[in-house]
């Protein structure tokens, strides 16, 4: 059974940063592409970032392009999101990822093409 656990978030003043992970297991994660994803109140799920199951193919969505980078360390498991400069647009909870089936192509980005996702974390960026 997949579990994605997120971590990392909180309340925040603008141009500050924070750092969040998400910790999977029930895969062989090192095979898997992961991505981040964020929901606003009264919005739809929305692509922030993703990263191929080696880790060496990132894509970020254009509101974040230059301020959030997305990593991971295949061997303890775990995806992150630095998040920087952070403004009060970027509000949301955060969810990560595992996209369906291996060997995955991170340039993939609709939701429906992932099927296991964590809990969420929320994040409150103050002005």
């Known amino acids: 059974q997949v579990q994605l656990v997120e971590s990392g978030g909180g309340l925040v003043q603008a141009g500050g940063s924070l750092r969040l992970s998400c910790a999977a297991s029930?895969?062989?994660?090192?095979?898997?592409?992961m991505g981040w994803f964020r929901q606003a109140p009264g919005k739809e799920r929305e692509f922030v970032a993703t990263?191929?199951?080696?880790?060496?193919?990132?894509y970020v969505s254009d509101s974040v392009k230059g301020r959030f980078t997305i990593s991971r360390d295949n061997a303890k498991n775990t995806v992150y999101l630095q998040m920087d400069s952070l403004k009060p647009e970027d509000t949301a909870r955060y969810y990560c990822?595992?996209?369906?089936?291996?060997?995955?192509?991170?340039?993939?980005?609709?939701?429906?093409?992932?099927?296991?996702w964590g809990q969420g974390t929320q994040v409150t960026v103050s002005s």
């Open positions: 990263i191929s199951w080696s880790g060496d193919s990132t």
């Open positions: 990822a595992m996209q369906r089936g291996r060997w995955g192509r991170p340039e993939r980005r609709a939701a429906a093409e992932y099927d296991h």
């Open positions: 029930g895969r062989t994660f090192s095979t898997y592409t």
